[in-house]
């Protein structure tokens, strides 16, 4: 079994920022890529940024040089800093990671639950 877990949404100033986590654990034998997506109250699910098991980081033009994504300190885990946020920033948060099992042999996605972050006006 693989678990994703994030956590640090909340409720923040236009201008304000924002730190998520999500850390990845259970049967975990390669983790291929990490990626934040985010859907808005009626709109799709969109990706954020992606970033690759080789270091390949790619971000939505509506995030780019206000968001990062990085490696946290903690194996399996990644950050996302979320810096200058913006009301249209508004939405449910979600880690998302292709992952192979231990004892399944191939990679699925995986997901967590959400993270809910609010950008007031």
């Known amino acids: 079994q693989v678990q994703l877990v994030e956590s640090g949404g909340g409720l923040v100033q236009a201008g304000g920022s924002l730190r998520l986590s999500c850390e990845a654990s259970g049967s975990i034998a390669a983790i291929n890529s990490m990626a934040w997506y985010r859907q808005a109250p009626g709109k799709q699910r969109e990706l954020v940024a992606v970033?690759?098991?080789?270091?390949?980081?790619n971000y939505a033009d509506s995030v780019k040089g206000r968001f990062t994504f990085s490696r946290a300190g903690v194996k399996n885990t990644v950050n996302l800093d979320m810096l200058n946020l913006k009301p249209e920033d508004t939405a449910v948060y979600y880690c998302?990671?292709?992952?192979?099992?231990?004892?399944?042999?191939?990679?699925?996605?995986?997901w967590g639950q959400g993270t809910q972050v609010t950008v007031s006006s």
């Open positions: 970033l690759s098991s080789d270091g390949r980081l």
């Open positions: 998302n990671a292709n992952i192979r099992d231990t004892g399944l042999g191939q990679a699925y996605d995986y």
